[in-house]
């Protein structure tokens, strides 16, 4: 985040700054959402909706399921939150007590450490790696444990996976549901990248279990990051637990995005031109990067990040990132924030802006690094 901080101060002073720091479509959202968002301001009457969200925004994510994954889902078990920030917050404070201990993979999005410990609760650390398929498993969570010497009250899976693109299918999502089932950990599945994915099998963990806490958004693929709206699925016993928790926090989401976030699920097509876009930032991305001499350090299946090893020129990506924004204004986000222990050979490269953007910016590195 410092690095996107000084990227802003650089443009706002005139600076050329491209950024491929943050995970933010450079597309607006869709038009639907946007037509739909200027009449309900147009009538003006805009105010609280139900904790969970108005009923006709829970029904349609429903049918998104239903239509997209061919899974049941009843819409009393949605719940509509201010962006996924909000889910993620809301999930930790129902299912976690402080002291309990929560297993994330590493490299990973460093808010679930950072909310974990704000909250008391531990975090183990899992290494995702070419031996484990770049996720976590039951045999990576058994030993990590077991290293750790204390049992896990949760797990937490990205996919597609923010840095590293991972993409887990059905079998591996099964597999982590069952090893959670069995052991009564409570499971929560993070596929706020659904929708880009370019690779792999993307599947959703209710194909597999009723018991995961889902947690999605608005914001990627769906390009509405500004309207701070997102949704979860959760099961069933646990929706009035964490609807007491939202009225206390949030009263409720903000009821223009709701109407707006409703409109986009039905933009499919007008969304997949977009994503059309960051399929061919990926493969130039894919091309340059290795020219340049990064290797590509995992999977680049999913969502829209490369994550590079950079330790041919630095062993030190956060200097590397400042020195780069500083001389070239090309800024990207420091393995050190996904990794506490490996990131610093390591950056991470968003391909989420336009295409003519990606072009120079991945020409100003290599002629910075000839």
Same mark, same amino acid.
């Given at each position: 985040?410092?690095?996107?901080?000084?990227?802003?101060?650089?443009?706002?002073?005139?600076?050329?700054?491209? !950024?491929?720091?943050?995970?933010?479509?450079?597309?607006?959202?869709? /038009?639907?959402? *946007?037509?739909?968002?200027?009449? +309900?301001?147009?009538?003006?009457?805009?105010?609280?909706?139900?904790?969970?969200?108005?009923?006709?925004?829970?029904?349609?994510?429903?049918?998104?399921?239903? @239509?997209?994954?061919?899974?049941?889902?009843?819409?009393?078990?949605?719940?509509? @939150?201010?962006?996924?920030?909000?889910?993620?917050?809301?999930?930790?404070? &129902? *299912?976690?007590?402080?002291?309990?201990?929560?297993?994330?993979?590493?490299?990973?999005? #460093?808010?679930?450490?950072?909310?974990? &410990?704000?909250?008391?609760?531990?975090?183990?650390?899992?290494?995702?790696?070419?031996?484990?398929?770049?996720?976590?498993?039951?045999?990576?969570? $058994? &030993?990590?444990?077991?290293?750790?010497?204390?049992?896990?009250?949760?797990?937490?899976?990205?996919?597609? &996976?923010?840095?590293?693109?991972?993409?887990?299918?059905?079998?591996?999502?099964?597999?982590?549901?069952?090893?959670?089932?069995?052991?009564?950990?409570?499971?929560?599945?993070?596929?706020?990248?659904?929708?880009?994915?370019?690779?792999?099998?993307?599947?959703?963990?209710? !194909?597999?279990?009723?018991?995961?806490?889902?947690?999605?958004?608005?914001? /990627?693929?769906?390009?509405?990051?500004?309207?701070?709206?997102?949704?979860?699925?959760?099961?069933?016993?646990?929706?009035?637990?964490?609807?007491?928790? +939202?009225?206390?926090?949030?009263?409720?989401? #903000?009821?223009?995005?709701?109407?707006?976030?409703?409109?986009?699920?039905?933009?499919? +097509?007008?969304?997949?031109?977009?994503?059309?876009?960051?399929?061919?930032?990926?493969?130039?991305?894919?091309?340059?990067?290795?020219?340049?001499?990064?290797?590509?350090?995992?999977?680049?299946?999913?969502?829209?990040?490369?994550?590079?090893?950079?330790?041919?020129?630095?062993?030190?990506?956060?200097?590397?990132?400042? /020195?780069?924004?500083?001389?070239?204004?090309?800024?990207? @986000?420091?393995?050190?924030?996904?990794?506490?222990?490996?990131?610093?050979?390591?950056?991470?490269?968003?391909?989420?802006?336009?295409?003519?953007?990606?072009? $120079?910016?991945?020409?100003?590195?290599?002629?910075?690094?000839?």
């Amino acid at each position: 985040m410092d690095v996107l901080a000084e990227a802003t101060k650089r443009r706002e002073a005139g600076y050329p700054v491209i !950024s491929m720091a943050v995970g933010q479509p450079s597309h607006p959202a869709p /038009k639907a959402a *946007l037509e739909a968002a200027r009449a +309900a301001l147009m009538h003006g009457r805009l105010g609280y909706t139900d904790a969970l969200g108005t009923s006709s925004l829970r029904m349609a994510i429903a049918r998104h399921y239903r @239509t997209r994954y061919g899974v049941e889902v009843d819409p009393q078990r949605v719940a509509v @939150t201010t962006g996924s920030s909000a889910g993620f917050n809301l999930a930790f404070l &129902a *299912l976690f007590d402080p002291g309990d201990c929560v297993a994330i993979a590493r490299p990973g999005y #460093p808010a679930y450490r950072n909310i974990l &410990a704000a909250l008391g609760v531990a975090v183990v650390e899992v290494e995702a790696d070419a031996e484990n398929g770049f996720t976590l498993t039951p045999q990576s969570l $058994e &030993a990590t444990a077991a290293k750790a010497g204390k049992p896990l009250n949760g797990v937490l899976l990205a996919s597609p &996976a923010n840095p590293t693109g991972t993409v887990t299918g059905r079998e591996g999502l099964k597999a982590l549901a069952d090893y959670c089932h069995d052991r009564g950990i409570a499971f929560i599945s993070d596929e706020i990248y659904h929708g880009l994915t370019f690779a792999g099998e993307e599947t959703t963990a209710l !194909s597999v279990t009723d018991e995961a806490v889902i947690i999605n958004s608005f914001s /990627k693929y769906y390009c509405m990051t500004g309207w701070r709206i997102g949704w979860m699925v959760l099961p069933p016993m646990q929706v009035r637990a964490f609807e007491r928790i +939202a009225q206390s926090l949030y009263i409720s989401p #903000p009821e223009l995005s709701q109407i707006a976030a409703e409109a986009a699920l039905g933009a499919e +097509a007008e969304l997949d031109v977009y994503k059309a876009s960051y399929a061919a930032n990926r493969e130039l991305l894919l091309k340059r990067l290795p020219e340049i001499g990064f290797s590509i350090a995992s999977p680049m299946d999913g969502a829209f990040y490369a994550y590079a090893d950079v330790s041919r020129f630095t062993n030190d990506s956060m200097d590397f990132a400042k /020195k780069m924004l500083a001389e070239i204004n090309v800024a990207a @986000t420091p393995g050190l924030d996904f990794d506490p222990l490996e990131g610093h050979r390591a950056m991470r490269f968003s391909y989420a802006g336009a295409e003519a953007e990606m072009v $120079e910016a991945m020409d100003r590195i290599a002629r910075w690094l000839a």
